[in-house]
Structures are given as C-alpha cells and as structure tokens.
C-alpha cells in the first residue's frame, strides 16, 4: 500500500504561481515514477505531468508544457508540481498517482491516488 497526500493547493490570480507537493508514504517511494491528472467538474480525469523513478526524465501535457515543472525528492518521499503563470482553465483538483503500469498519461495506469488538492484560478 501507499498513500499519498497532496497539499499547496488555494485560491489565486491569472498569472499567478502554486507549489504542490504530494508526500508518499509506504512503499518505497523512490521505486516508482509519480505523476499529476487534474480533474475539473464535469471533465474527465487527465494527465499534466509525470517523472520518472529518478527524476531524470519528465513528460508534461501540452496544456503544462512551459509553465509547470515537476520534480521530487527522493528523500523526502515527496514530488512537486510548480505552476506558473496559471490561467482559469487550470482550475480543477489536482492529484498525483503512483505509476503501476501500462499507458503513463492513462488515468488507468494508476492504483494509488491521493484525495486531491483544489486549485482555482480567478480571471
């Protein structure tokens, strides 16, 4: 089992910045590659971000790419997700998932989720 809790998460400006962290405990976390989906109502889950096991490779959604940047550290059993220069269509929960195989960008993929933190952004 793992568990994930995300936090960072609020209430900001167009063209504003947020730090979301996602601490895992569990399994080893190092082992795995971590990503984020973001969910806004009504939509489907979707992916924005992924790292790999070491953090040495990334992928970004091309709605992400430019303004948000993932990373972890192994050592604190917690990944990241900087956002800048947020826009309204950012808003949505955020959350982040262990990677247990299959398709990355595929929610499906994924069978430890945190609760998600909300994030919206005003126009």
């Known amino acids: 089992q793992v568990q994930l809790v995300e936090s960072g998460g609020g209430l900001v400006q167009a063209g504003g910045s947020l730090r979301l962290s996602c601490a895992a405990s569990?399994?080893?976390?190092?082992?795995?590659?971590m990503t984020w989906f973001r969910q806004a109502p009504g939509k489907e889950r979707e992916f924005v971000a992924t790292?790999?096991?070491?953090?040495?490779?990334?992928d970004y959604a091309d709605s992400a790419k430019g303004r948000f940047t993932i990373s972890r550290d192994n050592n604190k059993n917690t990944v990241y997700l900087q956002m800048n220069s947020l826009k309204p269509e950012d808003t949505a929960a955020y959350f982040c998932a262990v990677y247990t195989g299959l398709v990355v960008a595929d929610a499906r993929s994924y069978a430890y989720w945190g609760q998600g933190t909300q994030v919206t952004v005003s126009s």
């Open positions: 790292i790999s096991w070491s953090g040495g490779r990334t």
């Open positions: 569990g399994r080893t976390f190092s082992n795995y590659r």
